[in-house]
């Protein structure tokens, strides 16, 4: 488990945080995995006009690509946030979330100007889109470099709030999802809270707590509605099936402790379910509604 590899989940929660935080500053937020790839949840924000242009009639967009590339490789040695320039002559600052004293992804926010930037050379570009391009370049917004020191200091603020906030979303959503499927493989067989606590290795008691806070239930609680959930699909794909047979098969080892269960918790007797999918198949098989 150490060894794994960190991932960057994006919490509904996080990605409005910096939705609002792209908003107030009329820039662009960009979340990237460990891997690079651009992960998009919540808002689409998309390329300013001016560096569309760009991408249209200079550079393509294959350049911006390996650029990014370049940068997060050099926030990952240097751990912290960098401000550069990129080849359109914008600025952008890439940040990397470290999660558990581990890089786990990346937010970049750019596409901005700093008071006192030296122009971009307009004689290189095509004349027929010299004029679009200038008037796209002073549309973007423009920082000061006071301003530019204060919004660099509120997103070390949120990227130590999201590197907080993701541990606890990483670690939650890589146990339920371990769980749920070692509960989905071995839930027909004879299995107890002890054997899956071992093959997650996790102790008892912590996967006990993780139950309790995420699921509402137990261990025996969450069996026994996985099993349920096999039975009432055997039923679906073989309404023929008896309670006995089904009992057995989906890891009950007491056809009267099934019923019982069964019953309880789905609120009729499995009997009752098992006439209600013979009825429903029959329906499905003439294709009339009788």
Known sequence: M????????????????????????????????????????????RNCTYCSLVHEVLHGYDRCVSMDCDKQREAVECNEIINYRCHAGLHECLAPVTVRNRVAGFVMFGQFRIDGDEEPDWQLIPEEHRESLRRAYYELPCFTDEKLQAVLGVLKTL?????????????????????????????????????????????????????????QTSFKGLLLDARLKIAEKMWRDDPEATVAEVAYASGFCDQFYFSRVFSRRRGMPPGKFRSQMSRAGKVNISGENE
Do not use: C, W
């Not at 996080?14 to 107030?24: E, G, K, P, T, W």
């Open 2 to 45: 150490g060894s794994m590899p960190m991932e960057l989940f994006l919490s509904d929660e996080v990605q409005r945080l910096l939705d609002d935080f792209a908003s107030l500053l009329d820039v662009r937020v960009t979340f990237f995995s460990l891997a690079g790839e651009r992960l998009r949840r919540g808002k689409e924000m």
């Open 159 to 215: 990227i130590d709030y999201i590197a907080v906030r993701e541990l606890a979303v990483l670690q939650g959503d890589r146990l339920r999802n371990e769980i749920d499927m070692y509960i989905e493989k071995h839930a027909s067989e004879d299995i107890r809270l002890p054997d899956m606590a071992k093959k997650l290795g996790r102790s008892v008691s912590t996967i006990s707590q993780f139950l309790r806070n995420n699921y």
